[in-house]
């Protein structure tokens, strides 16, 4: 079965990585996620509903063979071309993308759009459709009035075909850019709007001015992706324009000293969750760095005041990698308002973010909030932090309190995967403080300790991971939010589920406790959870490191020091 996002990914916020989707993708193959295949199941916070119908491009329906024919072989370009690259532009725009079998209406904002300008007044442009970036380049040529044409369609996304039943095939299917106009026609059977390859002219306009590249187009001509005979897919847009971001970046003067404290607060109501932080003063100016793990290098600077530290307005921090976007500080607050399903707490910008500072206690605590927004003028927060409270750093080196199961759904063989959620400290056992950025944790099997590997978690930044970090997040596979995490798992040969804590301190590692769910070959979940180590034998009592197929002794030691030996049959 399929898999269905909560959230585009341009549109991720922390709450939705613990809904629960009706469905997922096989994510062994390399287009588990890919957005033509798959609906948003929500919409994004500025997105609004439109009367767009979107047709079943699996079809091919039947178009004009002027349209037909307009598809050609060009190359589907993802390599940097030659000539001078801009990147890293704050790129925006207004556009369409699916949602079930029609479109909503949203704004990008701050995404990063690059282009290269060759010595003849040729553009690339990557990612031109801010719906949908692709990753690849689409050609625009110079005009004699100084204007940039983008003659369409051009290639601008591919995936191999699937068979009848859901499996990849060695042949790949293409989709294009397409300039199209909205139209009255029938969509798979019923008269309505929809978007149509434009008869009149394939030809997208563009201006250069000042570094800025920006779509000149009128607002009822749209760049959209489309199948190779011009069938709409629901992504689109039509006011595009990427610019220099002119914001700068603070940081603390060379000579200002560095003191790392901890960060305490709550990433909703009842999630609490801690981070360190680094925190330098130079005269009246007060700088805080390291509280995103997003953006490398980010500090923002405030004011020292009459017993307060202010942090004024946004502030921009950098570029999110994870999201492929400009982030910024953004001090905010909350309002209750009438939702879809009763009150909620919607979230807008405030002016300043203020902390009461002691300096006998070198203690600072705010009872506002800040974000960590993906953009300027629309709320994507990447990270919120509310009532932030500060204090002087001092590590021990020990083992994690335990984690806690909070919530396990067995493997399911209609939908090809299970899913757990759990919870993590930032604390030892006795409540001394743990470097968070030391903090690992290990899942097990039965007694078999798991290692992630990219062929079945597709987005990891490495081959292979066994100690996951505690912050990771790969927003479709694996999710943090607070001190909670979540994650899809595709073994079904199992009887019992384990997570353990990790500190790493140089060359020695402290664990924690294994938590387990469920029975593991006659030790129960509570016993297992006090087990400190496990050890097998076979008939003959020698110590066997992995047990494959046969029947074994294992031995069980608990914290207490006693132990319990079961029969194990595999």
């Known amino acids: 079965m399929n898999k269905i996002p909560t959230l585009l990914a341009a549109s991720l916020v922390a709450l939705a990585a613990w809904a629960q989707p009706s469905a997922r993708v096989n994510d062994t193959k390399p287009s588990g996620n890919s957005p033509i295949r798959l609906a948003a199941s929500k919409m994004a916070h500025n997105a609004k509903k439109t009367n767009l119908l979107i047709p079943d491009w699996k079809r091919n ?50 995404a990063l759009g690059n282009y290269v300008l060759c010595d003849n007044g040729d553009i690339y442009i990557r990612n031109a459709i ?134 305490t607060y709550s990433a909703d109501d009842v999630t609490a969750d801690s981070r360190c932080v680094d925190v330098a003063i130079k005269g009246d100016d007060i700088y805080m760095g390291s509280f995103t793990d997003d953006v490398d290098n980010a500090w923002i600077k405030g ?80 990270a919120h932090y509310n009532a932030p409270s500060l204090r002087l750093f001092k590590p021990v080196a020990a083992a994690p309190a ?10 399911d063989s209609g939908y090809g995967y299970g899913n757990v959620a759990f919870t993590l400290s930032s604390t030892s056992a006795d409540g001394g403080d743990l470097d968070p950025a030391k903090l690992y944790y290990n899942i097990y099997f039965d007694n078999d300790l798991f290692t992630f590997r990219k062929s079945e978690y597709t987005n990891l930044p490495e081959d292979e991971i066994t100690d996951m970090p505690y912050g990771y997040s790969d927003k479709w596979d694996i999710f943090s939010y607070g001190n909670k995490r979540s994650m899809y798992f595709y073994k079904s040969d199992y009887t019992s589920f384990g997570v353990q804590a990790l500190y790493k301190d140089g060359d020695t590692v402290y664990r924690s406790n294994i938590v387990r769910y469920g029975e593991l070959d006659g030790i129960s979940a509570t016993e297992t959870a006090n087990a400190k180590s496990m050890e097998y034998t076979d008939l003959c009592g020698r110590k066997v490191k992995s047990p494959s197929t046969g029947i074994y002794i294992m031995t069980t030691k608990f914290a207490d020091g006693t132990k319990k030996s079961v029969k194990v049959i595999r």
């Open 303 to 382: 004011r020292l005041e009459g017993g307060k530290a202010i942090f004024t307005d946004r502030a921009y921090i950098g570029i999110n990698h994870n999201d492929s976007c400009h982030a910024y500080f953004s001090p905010a607050g909350y309002v209750q308002q009438d939702g879809d399903y009763g009150i909620v707490d919607s979230i807008y910008i405030e002016k300043d973010l203020v902390f009461d500072c002691n300096t006998e206690s070198n203690t600072m605590k705010a009872e506002g909030t800040f974000l960590v927004n993906n953009g300027k003028k629309f709320i994507y927060p990447a």
């Open 130 to 263: 801010c719906t949908m970036p692709s990753g690849a380049w689409i050609k625009g040529t110079k005009a004699a009035d100084g204007t940039i044409n983008v003659e369409l369609p051009q290639k601008y996304y591919s995936q191999p075909v699937l068979d009848d039943n859901g499996e990849e095939t060695e042949e790949t299917e293409y989709f294009y850019a397409w300039r199209m106009i909205k139209e009255e026609v029938d969509v798979d059977g019923q008269e309505g709007l929809t978007m149509t390859p434009d008869e009149t002219s394939q030809t997208i306009k563009y201006v250069l001015r000042n570094d800025s590249l920006i779509r000149v187009d009128t607002a009822k001509v749209y760049m959209a992706v489309g199948d190779e005979t011009g069938t709409w897919t629901g992504f689109g847009d039509h006011i595009n324009q990427m610019s220099p971001e002119t914001m700068t970046i603070a940081a603390p003067p060379a000579d200002a000293a560095v003191t790392k404290y901890l960060m």
């Open 61 to 110: 329906a039947a178009k004009p063979a002027k349209v037909r024919k307009a598809a050609g072989d060009g190359p589907l370009i993802m390599e940097q071309p030659e000539g001078t690259l801009f990147s890293n532009l704050y790129a925006e725009g207004q556009g369409y993308y699916p949602y079930w079998d029609f479109a909503v209406e949203a704004a990008v904002d701050a």
């Open 402 to 411: 335990d984690p806690e199961i909070v919530d396990f759904q067995d493997y």
